[in-house]
């Protein structure tokens, strides 16, 4: 399994993601797994990556979290949760789509 975290600098998020990823690789088992940390500085980066936005995790190159309707580029993302609007997927979510 190959689990990236893309992020752009300023993020205020990027680092909570980060750590409930590594929480949840943990719960599901995979703590063997690296997560790969890709920082997306230019919109280009942005396009060619589909990057909707910081935080985003790609599990074997693709977004579960994914919103197609969302536009591509260098901005801030929020995740539904049960909680409400989030600027990370929760530990639950992270783990759901690790398992």
Excluded: I, N
Aim: proline share 6%; charged share 25%.
């Amino acid at each position: 399994m190959r689990v990236e975290l893309l992020f752009f600098d300023g993020c205020p998020h990027w680092r909570l993601a980060d750590q409930r990823l590594r929480e949840a690789l943990v719960q599901a088992g995979r703590d063997e797994v690296q997560v790969e940390y890709r920082q997306v500085t230019t919109p280009e980066q942005a396009e060619r990556a589909g990057f909707r936005g910081s935080p985003t995790v790609l599990v074997d190159g693709q977004d579960p979290f994914a919103d197609r309707s969302a536009p591509v580029g260098l901005s801030c993302r929020v995740f539904r949760t049960e909680a409400g609007l989030a600027g990370s997927p929760t530990v639950e979510q992270l783990l759901a789509v690790l398992s």
